[in-house]
C-alpha cells in the first residue's frame, strides 16, 4: 500500500512538472512543441547513464555510455541541463515563419523519428531494451526499498514540481512573461515592437526542456529504468490534452491537468476489471476516452478548467467626471456627449490650450512651437517603390516640420500607405531615402528607427488580444529590465519599480484620452473605436519623436475622430510631429496643415485643405480616380 | 443635397432587375452601409460612385451575398434574395465580378469559362463558350493559358467573361479598374463594360473613377460614409457643384 | 549493386502504397486547407475492414470494396462531423491538428480495443515471383504497382476532364468565386472526402498487403511518409503528391540497402524538415 502511494506521489510531481514545462510553452509562448516528450526522455537518459556505473559492469548485458556512476544529485542536474541543451535545435524550426500548424506537424515528426532511432540505435541507447538496473539516488545511504526512502521520494517529487511551479509563476508574472504572451497573440507586431522573437521562443524552450529533463531525471531514479517506449508519440499527446483540459495558460490549471490525466485517470482505469478474453480492452478504451476528452474539451471548454487569468494591474481608478467621458462601449460607437470633453482633470481640453472647436487657425500649429527650426525633422528623397514592375511609388519627396500635423492624402492606389511604410521602415524602397533629423536611415529596420523615435501604428487591428489594455500599452515600452529570461529570474526586486513608474506613465496615458476605466479589459473585447485609441497610445508609450499614423479614423464614429483629433494636436503643440495617411478628409480640415496630395505614386500639390479643394488638378485626381 | 430616391413601393415592382430597400449591411457587429435604397432596371448601366470608405464595395458584397445584411431587402427580378448565400444568387441570374481573385489562377482560361458555366448541361455549355468568346475574342487566343499568367487587363476580361457564362440578368462589377492603369482603364469601362450592357444584360458598377464611369452610365448614385448622397444621371451630376464636394468633403456631416 | 537495384524496386512498391495515400491527403488539404492527420487511423480501420473478411475466409482481393467503403464513409463523417464544425467556429489551425490527434486515437485505439493488441496478417498468396526489367518482384507486388497507376490515371483524368474534378480545383483555388459561379461547394468538398477516403482506404489495404504484419498503430511511421511526399510536392498538389510519393517511396527503400535498414525512414522525415524549412509550399505549389 505504501509503494502504490508513494508512487502515485512520485508521477504525480513528475507530471506536474512536465505539464508546468508545457504549459509555459504553449500556453504562454504560444509554441505548439509536439517533440516535448524527447525532452523528458533526453533528461532521464542522461541521469540514467550519469548514475550508472560503466556498462561493462553487471555483466555488460547492456551498452551505453559515460557510466559515471555519480552520485545524486548530479545526475537530477545532468538531466535538467541535457534537456535545455536538447531543446536549442528546436528553435530553429520553430522560429521560422512557417504556417502554426506545419511547424507543429514537423516537430511532432521530429518525436516520431527520435523514438525511431533510439529505439534502434544499440549501442548510445541500448536499443528497445532501455536501460535497467538504473541506481536510485542515496541508495548507497538508505535502502530503497524502505518506507521511509519511499515516503522521502515521493515528497522530494511532490516539492520539486511545487519549486517549478513557484519559478514558472515567477518568470510568467513578469515583463518576460507578458512578452512571451503578446509574441503568442501577434507575433508580427511584438516583432515591430522590437521584440526578439528568436530569443523569445528559444528561452521558452530552453526553459521547458530543463523543466522536462529534470522530470525525466526524477522518474528515472524512481523506477530504475529507461524505457524507450515510454516516450511515444501518444504519450505527447497525453500532456497536451492534459495542459489543455486542466487550462492552457494557467499554471495551476496545468498542474490540475497533470493530475487529472496522467495520474487520476489512468489510475482510475486500473481499477475497471478486465474484461475477460480481451485483456487489452481497458487499456486500448483508455486512449478512446482521452481522445475523446480533447476533442470534447477543444469544442466546449477550449480554455479548460481553470482559464487563464486576466492580470489586473491597475492602480487608479478613473474620476466621476472623466467616467462621464467614457464612451459607452455596447453601442460600438461613441455617443459621449460633448459636454464630456470639458471635464476637468482627465479630460481631453485640459489639456490643450483654448482651441476654435470649428476651424482651426492655419498657424495654430506653429504657433505653440517654440523655436521653429529650418530644418525639417523627418523627410523622404525620390522615394521609389516597385511591385511587380509596377512604380506604385514613383520619385516622391516630402519633408516633414517639427512640431506639425501633417496629412497625407488622395485617391485609391495612390502609394500613401506605401510611402508611409518606407517612412516607417516596414517596408523597403526600390531607391530614394529616408532622412530623420538629417541623418540618412533608409537601410535601418523598423524597430531601430523606433528606438530612434520614429514610430508607426498599424491600419488593421494589432492590439494583443489576450493583454488587457494596460499590458498592451506596457508591452510598447523598449529596453525593460524584466523583459529577458535573467530579468525575470531575477524577480519582482530587480525590475519592480521600473514595472510601476511604466504602469503610472500607462495609466497617465489611459487617463489623458479618457479610458482609465478599461485598463484591465483585454483589448480583444474592445469596440472598434477604442481598439483605435489603444494603438495610438501603444505608439505613445514609445515617446516617439515622430509618430506615423496610418489610416486612425478608419471606420471610426465621427465623435472618436474629432477626439482623436484634437488629442494630436495637443500632442504636437507639445513637440511631437505627427504625419497621418487619411481617407477622411473632413478630419484634414480640421487639424492638419500642411496637407500632401499623393495621386499614382506621386505627389500632386500641398497646402490647406481649402486650398488644396480649390485646386483642379486635386478635384480631378480624386474625380478620376 | 437631398438624395433623390425612388419610391418605396418601386422594390415591390418585378419590373426591376434590382432593388434594395433600406439595406443595413457590414461585417461583424458594425454595420458599413446604412440604410441604402437603389434600384436598377432592365437593360440599364447604373454605376455607385463615392469616396474611399463609403461603403460602396460592401454594399456590392451585401448584394450578392458575400457580406451580412443586417436589416433591409435585396430583390432581384422581383424575387427577395435578402440574406440568400451567393452560390443561390448566382443560380438566380446574377454575376458578380469581384475587385480582386476574380479567376482561378491555376485552372486555364477555358476552364474558367467552364467553371463559370458550371450549372449548364455540355451542349449549352459548348455553346455558351462560343458566345463569350465573341464578345470577348481575345480570350479565343489564350484557351489554354492559365488564369494566373495572364495580365491585368487580361483577367478582368476574363473576370467578366466568366461572370456571362450563365447569361446573367445583372452583373455587378466592384471596382473592375482597380489596379489597372489609366489607359486600360478606360478601355475597360468604355469597351468591355460597354459590351457587357449590349448583351442586354442590366449592369452594376462600383467605381474610385468616377469622370470615366460616368462616361457610361445611365444613372448615377453618391455614396458617401454608408449612405445615399445623391442621384441623378451623369450630365446633371457632372454640373453640379455638391457632386464635387461629396467626394472632397469627406462625405460627413461638415 | 544489385543490392541496391532490388531496393529500388521495393522502392517502386512502396512508392505504390504512397502514392495512393499521399494523393488522398493532399486532395482533403486542398479543399479543406486542414492537416488530417488522423488520414494514417483512418487507413488501419479500413486495413482492418477488410481484415475482418479476410479472416472469415473471403479473398483479399474481394475484401478490397470493404476497406474502400470503410474508408470513404468514415472519412466524410470525420469532415462533415468534426472538422466542418470546428472550422465554422473559427478554430485555428493548430487546434485543428490536435483535434486531429484526438480523433488518431479514438480511431487507432478503437480499432485495438476491438480487434486485440496483437498483429495480425492477411491471408493470401504472393503469387510467383516474376522478373520486371531488372527487379525481382512477385505478382502481388506487381499488382500493387499496376493498381496504383491505375488509379493514378483515374485522379488524373477526374481532375483534368470531368466536371467534378475541374470544380474540386476551383473550390481548392478560390472558394468564394466558386460559389459566385453557382457551385454548390460543400457538396464539392463532401464529394472530394468521399473519394479521397476511398483512396485512403484502398492505401489501408495495400499498406497491409505490403506489410505483411500490421497492428493498430502500424500506420503511425508511414504518416511521415505521407507527409514527406505531400511535402515534397506541395500540400494540395496532387500531381506533386505523386511525384513526392515516387520519391520518397524509393529514397527510403533504397537507402535501407546503404545504412541500417531500421533507420530507412529517416531520410523521409529529412526530406520533410528540409522542405517546411527552404520551401513549404513544395515543389509544385505557388509561394505561400
Not at chain 2, 415591390?12 to 432596371?41: F, K
Request: charged content about 15%.
Amino acid at each position: 500500500m505504501v509503494y502504490y502511494i508513494t508512487t502515485i506521489l512520485v508521477y504525480a510531481g513528475v507530471d506536474a512538472m512536465a505539464c508546468l514545462g508545457l504549459s509555459q510553452q504553449f500556453g504562454i509562448a504560444g509554441v505548439t512543441n509536439f517533440g516535448f516528450i524527447i525532452f523528458q526522455a533526453a533528461g532521464a537518459y542522461t541521469a540514467g547513464v550519469l548514475s550508472l556505473p560503466p556498462d561493462s559492469a553487471n555483466g555488460g548485458f547492456q551498452s551505453y555510455v559515460l557510466g559515471w556512476n555519480l552520485p545524486f544529485p548530479l545526475p537530477w542536474i545532468g538531466a535538467a541541463i541535457v534537456g535545455a541543451l536538447v531543446s536549442v535545435p528546436f528553435a530553429g524550426v520553430v522560429g521560422r515563419r512557417l504556417r502554426g500548424d506545419f511547424a507543429a506537424v514537423a516537430l511532432l515528426v521530429t518525436a516520431v523519428m527520435f523514438n525511431l532511432l533510439v529505439t534502434n540505435f544499440v549501442p548510445l541507447f541500448n536499443g528497445a531494451a532501455g536501460l535497467s538496473l538504473v541506481p536510485a539516488p542515496l541508495q548507497s545511504a538508505v535502502n530503497p526499498q524502505s518506507g521511509a526512502y519511499q515516503w522521502g521520494y515521493g515528497a522530494a517529487a511532490i516539492l520539486l514540481a511545487l519549486g517549478v511551479y513557484w519559478f514558472v509563476n515567477r518568470i510568467t508574472e513578469s515583463p518576460y512573461g507578458r512578452t512571451l504572451r503578446a509574441m503568442r497573440d501577434n507575433d508580427a507586431v511584438a516583432d515591430s515592437l522590437g521584440k526578439d522573437l528568436r530569443a523569445l521562443r528559444t528561452s521558452s524552450l530552453v526553459i521547458g526542456g530543463a523543466i522536462a529533463g529534470l522530470s525525466g531525471g526524477v522518474l528515472v531514479g524512481f523506477i530504475n529504468l529507461w524505457d524507450p517506449q515510454a516516450w511515444g508519440y501518444a504519450e505527447t499527446v497525453v500532456l497536451f490534452a492534459a495542459v489543455i483540459i486542466g487550462g492552457s495558460g494557467n499554471h495551476r490549471g496545468a498542474m490540475l491537468g497533470a493530475l487529472l490525466v496522467p495520474v487520476a485517470f489512468e489510475e482510475a482505469t486500473r481499477y475497471i476489471p478486465p474484461v475477460a478474453g480481451n485483456p487489452n480492452l481497458v487499456p486500448a478504451l483508455q486512449w478512446v476516452v482521452i481522445g475523446l476528452l480533447i476533442v470534447a474539451f477543444l469544442w466546449f471548454r477550449p480554455q479548460g478548467v481553470l482559464p487563464e487569468r486576466r492580470r489586473r494591474l491597475a492602480t487608479r481608478a478613473p474620476s466621476a467626471d472623466a467616467e462621464a467621458a467614457l464612451p459607452n462601449p455596447a453601442a460600438g460607437g461613441l455617443d459621449a456627449p460633448a459636454g464630456g470633453l470639458d471635464a476637468p482633470a482627465g479630460g481631453l481640453d485640459a489639456l490643450a490650450p483654448p482651441v476654435d472647436r470649428g476651424r482651426l487657425p492655419h498657424a495654430a500649429g506653429g504657433s505653440a512651437v517654440p523655436e521653429r527650426t529650418a530644418a525639417p525633422i523627418l523627410q523622404c528623397r525620390d522615394l521609389v517603390r516597385e511591385f511587380d514592375g509596377v512604380r506604385v511609388v514613383d520619385g516622391v519627396s516630402m519633408a516633414f516640420e517639427r512640431g506639425r500635423l501633417t496629412g497625407i492624402i488622395g485617391p485609391n492606389g495612390a502609394g500613401k500607405s506605401t510611402v508611409l511604410a518606407m517612412l516607417a521602415g516596414t517596408l523597403e524602397p526600390t531607391d530614394g531615402r529616408v532622412l530623420l533629423d538629417g541623418e540618412d536611415i533608409t537601410g535601418l529596420p523598423a524597430f531601430r528607427r523606433a528606438r530612434r523615435g520614429l514610430v508607426r501604428t498599424f491600419q488593421l487591428a494589432s492590439e494583443f488580444k489576450r493583454l488587457t489594455v494596460l499590458e498592451n500599452l506596457l508591452s510598447a515600452i523598449p529596453d525593460q529590465r524584466g523583459e529577458t529570461l535573467l530579468g525575470a529570474v531575477r524577480g519582482r526586486r530587480f525590475w519592480g519599480a521600473q514595472e510601476r513608474e511604466a504602469i503610472e506613465r500607462a495609466q497617465a496615458m489611459l487617463e489623458r484620452f479618457g479610458l482609465l476605466g478599461i485598463a484591465d479589459r483585454y483589448a480583444g473585447d474592445l469596440s472598434g473605436g477604442q481598439r483605435r485609441l489603444v494603438e495610438i497610445m501603444r505608439a505613445l508609450m514609445a515617446q516617439p519623436r515622430v509618430l506615423l499614423l496610418d489610416e486612425p479614423m478608419a471606420g471610426v464614429h465621427p465623435r472618436l475622430a474629432h477626439q482623436i483629433g484634437m488629442s494630436l494636436v495637443s500632442l504636437c503643440q507639445e513637440g511631437m510631429t505627427i504625419v497621418m495617411v487619411e481617407h477622411e478628409l473632413s478630419i484634414m480640415d480640421e487639424f492638419c496643415d500642411p496637407v500632401f496630395v499623393l495621386a499614382e505614386g506621386r505627389v500632386l500639390a500641398s497646402g490647406t485643405m481649402a486650398q488644396l479643394r480649390a485646386t483642379e488638378e486635386v478635384v480631378e485626381a480624386y474625380l478620376v480616380g | 443635397m437631398s438624395a433623390e430616391v425612388s419610391a418605396n413601393g418601386a422594390a415591390a415592382r418585378p419590373g426591376l432587375a434590382l432593388a434594395t430597400e433600406d439595406l443595413v449591411a457590414g461585417y461583424g457587429h458594425s454595420p458599413v452601409v446604412h440604410g441604402v435604397s437603389i434600384s436598377v432596371s432592365p437593360g440599364e448601366v447604373v454605376s455607385i460612385v463615392g469616396p474611399n470608405g463609403s461603403g460602396k464595395s460592401t454594399l456590392l458584397k451585401a448584394i450578392v451575398g458575400v457580406v451580412r445584411t443586417f436589416s433591409g431587402r435585396v430583390t432581384v427580378g422581383g424575387r427577395d434574395v435578402t440574406g440568400w448565400p451567393s452560390d443561390a444568387i448566382a443560380r438566380i441570374g446574377v454575376g458578380y465580378v469581384p475587385q480582386v481573385d476574380d479567376v482561378f489562377a491555376p485552372l486555364t482560361v477555358r476552364e474558367n469559362l467552364e467553371m463559370g458555366g458550371y450549372l449548364l448541361a455540355s451542349r449549352q455549355l459548348r455553346e455558351r463558350i462560343e458566345h463569350v468568346l465573341s464578345i470577348f475574342p481575345q480570350l479565343g487566343r489564350m484557351l489554354s493559358r492559365r488564369a494566373g499568367r495572364l495580365s491585368g487587363g487580361e483577367r478582368k476580361m476574363l473576370a467578366m467573361g466568366r461572370a456571362l457564362m450563365l447569361a446573367p440578368a445583372l452583373v455587378v462589377l466592384d471596382e473592375p479598374t482597380a489596379n489597372l492603369a489609366p489607359i486600360l482603364a478606360t478601355a475597360v469601362l468604355r469597351d468591355h463594360v460597354r459590351r457587357l450592357a449590349e448583351t442586354g444584360a442590366s449592369v452594376l458598377v462600383v467605381e474610385q473613377r468616377a469622370r470615366a464611369v460616368l462616361e457610361i452610365s445611365d444613372r448615377t448614385y453618391v455614396l458617401g460614409g454608408g449612405r445615399l448622397q445623391m442621384e441623378g444621371t451623369p450630365d446633371r451630376l457632372a454640373e453640379s457643384s455638391a457632386f464635387v464636394e461629396s467626394f472632397l468633403g469627406g462625405g460627413r456631416a461638415a | 549493386m544489385s543490392l541496391f537495384v532490388e531496393s529500388v524496386g521495393f522502392g517502386f512498391v512502396t512508392a505504390s502504397v504512397l502514392a495512393l495515400a499521399s494523393v488522398g491527403f493532399t486532395l482533403q488539404f486542398a479543399v479543406t486547407n486542414v492537416l488530417n492527420l488522423a488520414y494514417a487511423a483512418v487507413m488501419t480501420v479500413s486495413m482492418y475492414a477488410a481484415y475482418m473478411l479476410n479472416e472469415r475466409g473471403v479473398s483479399i482481393w474481394l475484401s478490397a470494396p470493404a476497406a474502400i467503403a470503410a474508408g470513404a464513409l468514415i472519412s466524410v463523417a470525420l469532415n462533415g462531423l468534426v472538422y466542418t464544425p470546428f472550422k465554422r467556429r473559427g478554430s485555428s489551425p493548430i487546434a485543428m491538428v490536435i483535434v486531429s490527434l484526438g480523433m488518431t486515437l479514438i480511431l487507432e485505439f478503437g480499432t485495438q480495443a476491438v480487434a486485440g493488441p496483437t498483429n495480425v496478417s492477411y491471408s493470401f498468396s504472393q503469387g510467383a515471383t516474376v522478373r520486371a526489367g531488372s527487379f525481382d518482384l512477385t505478382v502481388v507486388q506487381l499488382l500493387l504497382i499496376a493498381i496504383s497507376l491505375v488509379i493514378m490515371a483515374a485522379v488524373h483524368v477526374l481532375i483534368r476532364h470531368t466536371k467534378l474534378g475541374k470544380a474540386m480545383r476551383a473550390t481548392a483555388a478560390n472558394p468564394d468565386l466558386a460559389r459566385n459561379c453557382g457551385i454548390r461547394t460543400s457538396r464539392v468538398v463532401a464529394a472530394t472526402w468521399l473519394i479521397s477516403g476511398a483512396l485512403c482506404g484502398l492505401a489501408g489495404l495495400a499498406f497491409g498487403i505490403n506489410s505483411g504484419t500490421f497492428g493498430a498503430t502500424s500506420t503511425d511511421l508511414f504518416l511521415v511518409l505521407i507527409l514527406a511526399a505531400v511535402f515534397l510536392g506541395g500540400p494540395g498538389e496532387p500531381y506533386g503528391a505523386m511525384l513526392g510519393a515516387l520519391v520518397i517511396g524509393v529514397a527510403t527503400e533504397a537507402s535501407a540497402s546503404v545504412i541500417v535498414s531500421d533507420y530507412k525512414d529517416v531520410i523521409a522525415f529529412l526530406i520533410l524538415l528540409a522542405m517546411m524549412t527552404v520551401r513549404p509550399q513544395g515543389l509544385f505549389g505557388a509561394r505561400v
